[in-house]
C-alpha cells in the first residue's frame, strides 16, 4: 500500500525559531492535507493543498504541494509554545476518498 | 458548529468484555471513517462508509471488530470480545464525498485490561 514518510520524526526547538518538516510519498497524491494533533485531542486539519506547485499560508503556517505530487511541505514561523504537537500530513489516492496519513512529526518547544 | 461527536471518551474494561464506541458525524457529511491510533502503527483506517453503506473494511483487524451506520447520524464500532491488544484511541471522522478533507472526533480512548 501506499506509504508517507515524514521528516523529521521529531524536532526540539527554542520559541521563535521557525520549522521546516516534509512528507514524501511512494505514489501521487492529488491533493496533500496537513493536520495538527494536541495532546489528547483528535488530528484537526490546518492547510489543505489541491494543486501541483499550490502554496498556501495560514497565519504563521506555509505548506507547499511539491511538483512532483509526491511531496509535501509544512513551515512555521516564529514557533510559540501552543504549535507543540504531533504534524501529521495525509493524502487520498486518485478517485479514492481513503486518507493514507504520514508518521507524524512530533514538535516539542524548549523553554 | 458543532462537530464529530465521540462517546465515550475514555473507556477500561476488562478482557472478553463487548466494548461499543460511538459517533455523530457532522451534519450534511455523507462519509464516515473511523481510524485507530496506537504508538507502534500510527494512525490506520479501519474501516469507512459513504451515505451509510460500508465501502472498505479491509482495515477492520479482525471478525472481532464490527462496524454499522444505521442512519447518517449515527455509526457505531463494536469490539467483541475485547484483548487487551485492542487498547488504543479510537477516532472517528467524517467528510463531505466531494472533498478529501475529513475531520476527526476528539476519540475514544480504549484501555482492555
Known amino acids: 500500500g501506499q506509504q508517507l514518510n515524514q521528516s523529521p520524526q521529531s524536532m526540539f526547538i527554542q520559541e521563535g525559531e521557525d520549522v521546516s518538516m516534509n512528507c514524501t510519498s511512494s505514489?501521487?497524491?492529488?491533493?496533500w492535507l496537513w493536520y495538527k494533533q494536541d495532546p489528547g485531542e483528535g488530528p484537526v486539519l490546518l492547510i489543505a493543498?489541491?494543486?501541483?506547485?499550490e502554496l498556501t499560508s495560514n497565519g504563521r503556517l506555509t505548506a507547499q504541494f511539491g511538483i512532483t505530487r509526491k511531496d509535501s511541505f509544512l513551515n512555521i514561523s516564529a514557533s510559540i509554545p501552543s504549535d507543540v504537537g504531533i504534524y501529521f500530513c495525509?493524502?487520498?489516492?486518485?478517485?479514492?476518498?481513503?486518507?493514507?496519513f504520514g508518521t507524524g512529526t512530533r514538535l516539542t518547544i524548549i523553554p | 458548529d458543532a462537530g464529530v461527536i465521540q462517546s465515550p471518551r475514555h473507556e477500561v474494561t476488562e478482557m472478553g468484555q463487548e466494548v461499543t464506541l460511538r459517533c455523530k458525524p457532522i451534519?450534511?457529511?455523507?462519509?464516515l471513517f473511523w481510524y485507530r491510533q496506537t504508538m507502534m502503527r500510527g494512525l490506520e483506517l479501519l474501516i469507512y462508509?459513504?451515505?451509510?453503506?460500508?465501502?472498505?473494511d479491509s482495515g477492520m483487524p479482525e471478525d472481532r471488530f464490527s462496524a454499522k451506520m444505521p442512519n447518517a447520524s449515527f455509526s457505531t464500532l463494536k469490539i467483541q470480545p475485547s484483548e487487551p491488544r485492542d487498547s488504543a484511541v479510537y477516532f472517528c471522522?467524517?467528510?463531505?464525498?466531494?472533498?478529501?478533507?475529513?475531520?476527526f472526533g476528539e476519540g475514544s480512548w480504549l484501555t482492555v485490561v
Open positions: 471522522a467524517s467528510s463531505q464525498r466531494s472533498k478529501n478533507t475529513i475531520y
Open positions: 505514489s501521487i497524491f492529488n491533493t
Open positions: 493543498l489541491y494543486k501541483a506547485g
Open positions: 495525509a493524502g487520498p489516492n486518485f478517485g479514492n476518498e481513503k486518507l493514507t
Open positions: 451534519s450534511g457529511h455523507n462519509s
Open positions: 462508509f459513504n451515505n451509510n453503506v460500508p465501502i472498505d
